[in-house]
């Protein structure tokens, strides 16, 4: 079946860097996206980042000019770099893509930021 695997996060000060990677598995063609959000306690989960094979993008406002999307185009991937880091950024960061209408979703990868 389908896995999706975040990786990369972790404590990192405010101005910090972190890479988070993520992982599709159990398929034997590419996603035409795979696509990082991130969720707060008591919040929506939210959008950051769309990786299309096409084109790939930042969606989330408060986080442009500081993330990166990238998506290779020969492998179910998604990196997402963070830099310049906010305490505002701490969340648990998810990766999700879609087939034929079913939805999968990584376990998340936690990213805290200290002020």
């Known amino acids: 079946q389908v896995q999706l695997v975040e990786s990369g996060g972790g404590l990192v000060q405010a101005g910090g860097s972190l890479s988070l990677s993520c992982v599709a598995s159990?398929?034997?063609?590419?996603?035409?996206?795979m696509n990082w959000y991130r969720q707060a306690p008591g919040k929506e989960r939210e959008l950051v980042a769309t990786?299309?094979?096409?084109?790939?993008?930042i969606k989330l406002d408060s986080v442009k000019g500081r993330f990166t999307v990238s998506r290779p185009r020969n492998k179910n991937t998604v990196y997402l770099q963070m830099n310049n880091l906010e305490p505002e950024d701490t969340d648990v960061y998810y990766c999700?893509?879609?087939?034929?209408?079913?939805?999968?979703w990584g376990q998340g990868t936690q990213v805290t930021v200290s002020s």
């Open positions: 999700k893509t879609q087939f034929r209408e079913r939805t999968y």
């Open positions: 159990g398929v034997k063609f590419l996603f035409d996206s």
């Open positions: 990786g299309r094979l096409d084109i790939s993008g």
